[in-house]
């Protein structure tokens, strides 16, 4: 089965999970998901099925919006509310508009520590797993962008909130780093990702859904035409896809202005990807068969 799928990822379970779960519901072995989510958070969970797991590398700079929940009053060591509390547990009296003041500075390009219980590898070792050794963990700042963060409420310890945040980004870290700056300490609650990328919830299927289509599932599938929209799209004839698909260049004149293009035999056969080399004439970078 040949596809992207957006699944709203449960608690409580790892990107790792969804996709073993989906490969006994499809019987695809090929399958790999655009951007872990930490098994606490839900929601938006893009997966990659058969052939269309090559396309994964135009999906990578995607940004990510969220909303959520940060309990003020102590750190973990985590940053989210699956961690060891660090420090002594405090009850700080904070105002919504005190808080929204402290965020402000979270915006636009920034340098963040990510969380040292993290999939970032040091030395070929993930993170997280010389954390739970309690082995030093020595990461490097990463540049993010922060396209926007608003603590939209404030009831007792907890604040909700909305964030948009480039490829790599820990919204962990934001929460961490924000209780540091009001002087309580703080975690991230909950968390649910509401779009990666051009994928929204709307296009989400739960686990229990998709298991409930049996062997119609590849219904849930999005349509191959709606998928790169930033790149053009031409249906070519036999020669042009032969070429292609024997790693040869095309001439494709109407796309003189376009880096790549997506190439199809039919309305959903998506062929190959394109890469212009000069001129009008395109590489295929990716070819489907």
């Known amino acids: 089965m040949n596809g992207l799928l957006v699944v709203d990822k449960p608690g409580g379970m790892t990107s790792h999970d969804v996709v073993s779960r989906i490969r006994r519901l499809t019987g695809e072995k090929s399958v790999g998901h655009l951007g872990t989510l930490d098994p606490m958070a839900t929601g938006v969970l893009p997966l990659l099925l058969g052939k269309y797991t090559r396309l994964a590398q135009f999906f990578s700079t995607a940004d990510k919006t969220y909303t959520g929940h940060i309990r003020f009053g102590f750190a973990t060591d985590t940053y989210d509310a699956e961690g060891q509390p660090v420090g002594p547990v405090t009850h700080p009296e904070l105002t919504l508009q005190q808080i929204q003041a402290v965020a402000r500075p979270f915006f636009g390009e920034l340098a963040?520590?990510?969380?040292a219980f993290s999939a970032k590898k040091i030395g070929g070792v993930p993170a997280y797993k010389l954390a739970r050794e309690g082995k030093p963990v020595e990461l490097q700042p990463k540049l993010i962008n922060v396209h926007l963060f608003s603590i939209d409420t404030f009831e007792g310890d907890t604040a909700s909130f909305t964030i948009k945040v480039s490829a790599g980004g820990y919204v962990?870290?934001?929460a961490h780093e924000l209780g540091q700056s009001l002087g309580c300490g703080g975690h991230l609650s909950s968390l649910r990702r509401t779009q990666a990328g051009v994928f929204t919830l709307d296009q989400a299927w739960s686990l229990e859904a998709l298991a409930e289509l049996g062997a119609g599932i590849?219904?849930?599938?999005?349509?191959?035409?709606t998928l790169l929209p930033e790149m053009p799209a031409v249906s070519a004839d036999e020669h042009a896809l032969g070429r292609l698909r024997n790693g040869a260049q095309i001439n494709l004149p109407e796309f003189s202005d376009a880096e790549c293009v997506r190439v199809f035999a039919s309305q959903?056969?998506?062929?190959?990807?394109?890469?212009?080399?000069?001129?009008?004439?395109?590489?295929?970078?990716?070819?489907?068969?």
């Not at 590849?218 to 035409?225: F, I, K, V």
């Open 218 to 225: 590849e219904q849930a599938l999005l349509h191959p035409r």
């Open 112 to 115: 963040q520590m990510p969380p």
């Open 172 to 174: 962990r870290s934001v």
């Open 268 to 289: 959903r056969e998506l062929v190959a990807i394109g890469k212009r080399v000069a001129g009008t004439l395109f590489q295929p970078i990716v070819v489907m068969g």
